[in-house]
């Protein structure tokens, strides 16, 4: 059964980049949850923003993964992505391609469009330790109430990870 995996850093405030996009406010390095999650997903989801965006930090660095790139546009396929331009139709044929585990990496527009048709299994947030006071919301547009229920929480160093189930 294919299990959809958000999982994303947030500032304490609940944005995930700046207004501009920019997510310097991230630390570099850190202690964190992020390599053994990694080694369990199989597959990669992204919106074309956040595509665009991973570019340019050099090389694609989900080259392992199975990738789909969600965009309005057609774009042609590349030697690690997949575009796909159907969001409900590529859900309704029970991700065609995709493994079993997939990390629905971001951004916040894909965030909500998967939450809408109700195909996100868990959320896992990193908390940063920062208030960036204004920038782009996590949950931005979310057009129906979503419940959750908490799996566990784990501190590593200054951060922390809240991992929830969807319920609904």
């Known amino acids: 059964m294919t299990k959809v995996l958000l999982y994303i850093a947030t500032s304490l405030d609940g944005y995930i ?12 390095s850190s202690e964190s949850s992020y390599d053994v999650f990694y ?30 790139v969600f965009s309005r546009t057609s774009m042609n396929n590349d030697n690690h992505v997949e575009f796909v331009s159907d969001i409900e139709k590529f859900v309704k044929d029970g ?17 909500a469009s998967f939450l809408k048709i109700g195909f996100v299994d868990e959320i896992i947030t990193t908390v940063i330790p920062v208030l960036l006071g204004k920038g782009i919301s996590l949950f931005q547009s979310i057009e129906n109430e979503t419940k ?19 319920l609904n």
């Open 95 to 111: 991700f065609p391609g995709a493994g079993k585990n997939i990390w629905l990496v971001g951004g916040a527009k894909i965030i």
């Open 17 to 28: 980049a700046r207004e501009n996009g920019d997510i310097d406010w991230l630390p570099e």
């Open 39 to 68: 080694k369990s997903i199989d597959t990669v989801m992204l919106g074309k923003t956040t595509y665009d965006q991973v570019l340019t930090f050099g090389e694609y660095p989900y080259k392992d993964k199975k990738s789909f």
């Open 148 to 166: 959750l229920e908490l799996v566990k929480t784990e501190k590593y160093g200054q951060l922390v990870d809240l991992h929830y189930k969807v």
